[in-house]
C-alpha cells in the first residue's frame, strides 16, 4: 500500500521560506510515476502547486512558479517543496500525491495533509 | 487557464436519494484528464472517478461519472451515511492542473 507523510514546520515568518518534506512508502519513487504538491487554504479549494518526476523533471503552476522549487531524493525515497517569500495568503493544508500520467491524469494516492500558518 | 464551475453549492439531500453535481469547464477538457474527489472534514480527498467515468479501485458503482467537452456530471445513486461531503472535479490542460470550488452535499 502506497502512503506519503508530509513533514515540516508548521509556522513560518511572513517574507521566509516555507519547506516541507514527502516520505513515500511501499513504493519506490524510482519506480515512476509523477508526484506532486497541493494545497487548501482554510475553508478554501484546492490548489495544484506543481509535480516532479523521478528523473527530476518539474512543472508548476504559473501563478507560483517564480517563487516554488520542487525537488526529488530517489536515495531517500522522498520528494520536497520550497515556498519563498511567503504571506498570509500561503497559510494552507499542504498535501503531497502520487500523481498518474499518461493517458489520463490524476491523483491517486494522497498524504494526511500539514497545515502550515504564516504568521510573525 | 481552464476555469472549473461546479454547481450546485450545496446540495442537502436525505440518504437514500440520487445526487447529481455538475462540473463545467470555461473551454473544452479532455475526458481523459477529468476527475472526481471526495473529501471529508479533516482528511484529504479521496479520487473517485478518473477520465470522466472511469471508477478508482475500491469506489462504490453507486458512484458514476459522465459528460464531454465542457460539461461533466457526477452521479450517486443512492446516498449512504458515509457520502456527505464536498466534492472536487479536477482537469488537466495546457500543462497545469485546476481544480473546482467544490460542492457540498449535506443531510437534509
Known amino acids: 500500500q502506497v502512503q506519503l507523510q508530509e513533514s515540516g514546520p508548521g509556522l513560518v515568518k511572513p517574507s521566509e521560506t516555507l519547506s516541507l518534506t514527502c516520505a513515500v512508502s511501499g513504493y519506490s519513487i524510482s519506480s515512476g510515476y509523477y508526484w506532486g504538491w497541493i494545497r487548501q487554504p482554510p475553508g478554501k479549494g484546492l490548489e495544484w502547486i506543481g509535480s516532479i518526476y523521478h528523473s527530476g523533471s518539474t512543472y508548476y503552476n504559473p501563478s507560483l512558479k517564480s517563487r516554488v522549487t520542487i525537488s526529488v531524493d530517489t536515495s531517500k525515497n522522498q520528494f520536497s517543496l520550497k515556498l519563498s517569500s511567503v504571506t498570509a495568503a500561503d497559510t494552507a493544508v499542504y498535501y503531497c500525491?502520487?500523481?498518474?500520467?499518461?493517458?489520463?491524469?490524476?491523483?491517486?494516492?494522497w498524504g494526511q495533509g500539514t497545515l502550515v500558518t504564516v504568521s510573525s | 487557464e481552464i476555469v472549473l464551475t461546479q454547481s450546485p453549492g450545496t446540495l442537502s439531500l436525505s440518504p437514500g436519494e440520487r445526487a447529481t453535481l455538475s462540473c463545467r469547464a470555461s473551454?473544452?477538457?479532455?475526458?481523459?484528464?477529468l476527475a472526481w474527489y471526495q473529501q471529508k472534514p479533516g482528511q484529504a480527498p479521496r479520487l473517485l472517478i478518473y477520465?470522466?467515468?472511469s471508477r478508482a479501485t475500491g469506489i462504490p458503482d453507486r458512484f458514476s461519472g459522465s459528460g464531454s467537452g465542457t460539461d461533466f456530471t457526477l452521479t450517486i445513486s443512492r446516498l449512504e451515511p458515509e457520502d456527505f461531503a464536498v466534492y472536487y472535479c479536477q482537469q488537466y490542460g495546457s500543462s497545469r492542473f485546476t481544480f473546482g470550488p467544490g460542492t457540498k452535499v449535506d443531510i437534509k
Open positions: 500525491a502520487r500523481l498518474v500520467v499518461g493517458a489520463t491524469r490524476y491523483f491517486d494516492y
Open positions: 477520465g470522466a467515468s
Open positions: 473551454q473544452s477538457v479532455s475526458s481523459s484528464y
